[in-house]
């Protein structure tokens, strides 16, 4: 009775983590360049039971009796698969299909990488991401700029009000071995660490890198249809897994009333 409860419970605690994961989906569903989360689960080590006097083993396959454990959420894999492209005609928006993010400094120190192309330029000039990030390498804007312009290749490039052209500049993306081992440090930043693997840097539309869109931003990565149909299998799971707590406690309870 105690196990019946107890995988109940392991089954409660990871269909949890299963809504908390779609809520979280969900509500960045209009965030530019979220990329989603899924859930991932393994059950739990088993216990053989009433192994005496069998035989152990019959052409390589155990044959003794085992109960399971329960349940767990095993992993959290971020899916980084594209969003869809969204015009805005903004010529400081840029968007990435295929692989590929943008570097910027961190207030601390180091560098962090993003695919929200929703560039700004600083009251000094520098070219920063949506959160006032400046982007590395290093880019100023000059006073006198009439117009910038981010082409396919990366480049960017400032029209004075004479006409003149200048490039100030140039966009490289950053790829990684193993995208999903990036830690999420928030405001659509993420950050290297030992299962990511150290970025390559690249020119946009080489080397298996990804190509930009100017004047245009990726939306989320999450599907709504996908992630409703997620939450309702999650809920019923939930309330399953409740009952099987409340049944295993009904039972104790005959059990114990026997003697009255």
């Known amino acids: 009775m105690l196990r019946t409860i107890d995988n109940g419970r392991t089954g409660v605690i990871a269909q949890q983590m299963r809504l908390d994961t779609v809520a979280n989906n969900l509500a960045n569903?209009?965030?530019t360049a979220f990329k989603k989360q899924e859930v991932t689960f393994a059950d739990l080590l088993y216990q053989e039971i009433n192994a005496a006097g069998r035989p152990v083993e019959r052409t390589g396959v155990s044959v003794s009796p085992s109960h399971g454990a329960g349940v767990k959420a095993a992993a959290l894999p971020r899916i980084f698969s594209d969003g869809a492209q969204i015009v805005t005609g903004r010529m400081l928006d840029v968007a990435i299909a295929g692989e590929g993010f943008l570097r910027v400094e961190l207030p601390a120190g180091g560098?962090?990488?993003?695919?929200?192309?929703?560039?700004?330029?600083?009251?000094?000039?520098?070219?920063?991401?949506e959160n006032g990030h400046p982007l590395a390498p290093s880019m100023v804007i000059p006073e006198n700029c009439r117009e910038v312009t981010i082409g396919f290749d990366g480049k960017i490039l400032v029209h004075d009000e004479s006409g003149a052209t200048e490039e100030v500049g140039r966009l490289f993306l950053y790829k990684f071995f193993n995208p999903g081992g990036l830690r999420a440090y928030g405001k659509n930043l993420y950050v290297p660490t030992e299962a990511s693997g150290e970025p390559q840097a690249g020119e946009p539309g080489s080397d298996g890198f990804g190509v930009l869109r100017p004047g245009c931003l990726e939306a989320s990565n999450v599907e709504l249809a996908q992630e409703m149909a997620n939450l309702l299998v999650a809920q019923?799971?939930?309330q399953l897994s409740l009952r099987i707590i409340q049944s295993a406690e009904e039972m104790w309870n005959q059990v114990n009333n026997l003697r009255k």
């Open 29 to 31: 569903v209009n965030t």
């Open 111 to 129: 560098y962090a990488y993003t695919r929200n192309g929703r560039l700004q330029v600083s009251s000094t000039g520098r070219l920063t991401d």
């Open 236 to 238: 019923r799971i939930y």
